[in-house]
């Protein structure tokens, strides 16, 4: 299923823009205009190294729920945890929907591991010494354990902090990916629920936010929940969201509702 995240038939001009503009946050072209060299600075700086291991070398992968772009060796532990825990697709030969780019753009590897590798990163500014951050070269058994470490065990984060269930839906609402991937690190539920009964989902799918649909999805929302007025994010969809959640439903097998009368 999830290899086929795209509409089918997704070879089309939306689909071809999509993949070269993923293409460029991976290996950005030179541009005159500024706005894009400012976006290639970012893209040079934080997603051609590995999010990982910090290698240049085959830097061909991303992890769509997580948001980052990691080597090839460090693809392959990814995919070992499963696809609950990292949707690990290849940028050259995976069908990636303009959506899934669109998050990418607005994590890639500094946003994400500033969430990941807080206390790594927090450590390497006080000098400290701390378990940091993985060198390429380390062997598979050194780069097993991180990545178990860092995505699963989740080692480098600070668990203790309270989830602010508000401040959710509204990252949902404002379209704040790095604030909605920080909740999802930080094990929010989904599923909770605001004053109206609706999800986050609901939340990104009234205010027409595609890529807030889409992590959110990608991360295990469900579609089929309804909201105090009995409707399902989809019913409350408004632009660029609609289409979104559309594939989502169609992949998902039809629009059954489940109808929840209490605030979780
Ligand atoms: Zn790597």
């Given at each position: ?49 590995c999010a990982d291991c910090n290698s240049a070398k085959h830097v061909a992968w991303v992890s769509l729920n997580l948001g980052v772009f990691v080597c090839i060796g460090c693809s ?87 989830i602010i269930l508000a401040d959710f839906l509204k990252a949902a609402i404002t379209d704040d990916l790095p604030k909605l991937a920080w909740f999802v690190a930080h094990d929010v ?76």
């Open positions: 299923m999830e290899n086929k995240i795209a509409r089918s038939g997704s070879t089309s001009m939306v689909q071809k823009v999509a993949q070269d503009e993923l293409l460029n946050l991976l290996e950005p072209q030179m541009d005159s205009d500024d706005e894009e060299e400012a976006l290639d600075e970012f893209c040079v700086d934080s997603n051609s190294k392959g532990v990814h995919r070992s945890l499963g696809s609950h825990v990292s949707k690990v697709r290849s940028v050259q030969l995976d069908t990636i929907s303009a959506s899934q780019v669109l998050v990418l753009k607005r994590l890639g590897n500094q946003v994400v591991n500033r969430i990941w590798e807080e206390k790594v990163e927090l450590a390497q500014a006080a000098k400290t010494e701390v378990a940091g951050k993985m060198e390429p070269a380390q062997t598979t058994k050194a780069r097993e354990g991180f990545i178990l470490n860092k995505y699963v065990n989740k080692t480098f984060m600070d668990m203790s902090v309270p539920n989904l599923e909770a629920r605001g004053p109206s009964l609706e999800t986050a989902l609901h939340c990104a799918a009234l205010a027409g936010n595609a890529s807030a649909c889409e992590f959110l999805l990608l991360n295990g929302a469900k579609l089929d929940v309804v909201d105090a007025a009995g409707k399902t994010p989809l019913e409350v969809g408004k632009g660029a969201a609609v289409s979104v959640l559309q594939v989502w439903t169609e992949l998902g097998g039809g629009s059954k509702k489940v109808l929840i009368t209490e605030a979780i």
